[in-house]
């Protein structure tokens, strides 16, 4: 026997192009917008000392604000190196009963990496007709539930009322809800859920709304028992996952909260025009509550508009999916990066 046969192997999770040259970037969900000014302000003024030493292994300042600003006892948050670890580190945690995961089988494709690197059986229900969860598919016997909501590439939300039935209906495993994209629904979060049921988990991130996507800060709240339970296994791999200077930034962030508001407002009122601009030119989509929109266009095919943009250095997300391959998911950018996308289009179309 070679050395290949007990390696184990994955196909791992295609993250969005990050292209060196100088393109308008569309493709990968990041905030236009520069992060909070005080968080800028501390990478001139970090203390030399604190890179010297070993960051705080509790992340106790920015746990105790995160804690505060979503109005949880800080024994229930969970903080780690952007929501891919702290989703990670969940299944890794929570599904371990041999029986399968349950998530969509349109919805963020890491989970299915994560799922195989673990060796978790998984099943993906398929969405309905209009690209939403059918709840009765996620109530009968499994191993956990992991559900992205807002959806992506959809970027469809559901409902609280979706998500406490399938709370009620699965009292005995862990229910993931994945908010990377909350801030931009203008809806109600599950983080209000978290104290009615113990089984809840809610994840969100700074990598979208809070514009840090180059920082990696993600966290986790729960029932204190779950918090409890993905520290350990935490720290069993590595005391020491946020750095010093993350949580520093980190904390700031949260702490200015006009900032967040004005940039998340501004994304939203954008993606609305996004909305109407594009379906003046005929593209069809689901009504987004994320900050990018899934996009077909009914007469043209989706890998030719997706290659026509980058010819002329608009990066866009395509996906070669059977169910989803004549869509197109083009983030939310500037008032500026979106006239030029629109432009674009209309030249597109007409040649």
Known sequence: MGLEANIRHVTPYVPGEQPRQKVIKLNTNENPYPPAPGAMEMLHQMDPEKLRMYPDPEIKMLTECLASRYQVRPEQVFVGVGSDDVLAMSFLTFFNSGKPVLFPDITYSFYKVWAELYRVPYTCP????????????????????????????????????????????????????????????????????????????????FSKSRSMAGVRIGFAIGNERLIRWLLDVKYSFNSYTLSALAILCGTKAVEDETYFQKTTSQIIATRERTKRRMAALGFEFPDSSANFLFARHPKYDGEVL??????????????????????????????????????????????
């Open 306 to 351: 997706f290659q026509a943009l980058r010819q002329r250095q608009i990066y866009v997300r395509h996906w070669n999916q059977s169910k989803i391959r004549e869509y197109l998911r083009i983030t939310i950018g500037t008032e500026e990066e979106m006239e030029t996308l629109y432009e674009a289009l209309e030249e597109i179309l007409k040649s």
């Open 126 to 205: 398929s969405l309905d007709g209009t690209m939403h969860i059918r709840a009765e598919d996620y109530c009968g016997e499994n191993g956990g539930i992991i559900l992205a909501n807002p959806n992506a590439p959809t970027g469809l939300y559901e409902s609280l009322d979706v998500i406490e039935k399938i709370l009620k209906e699965n009292p005995g495993v862990v229910v993931i809800v994945d908010e990377a994209y909350i801030d931009f629904a203008g809806k109600p979060s599950a983080v209000s859920l978290v104290d009615r049921y113990e089984n809840l988990l809610v994840t969100q991130t």
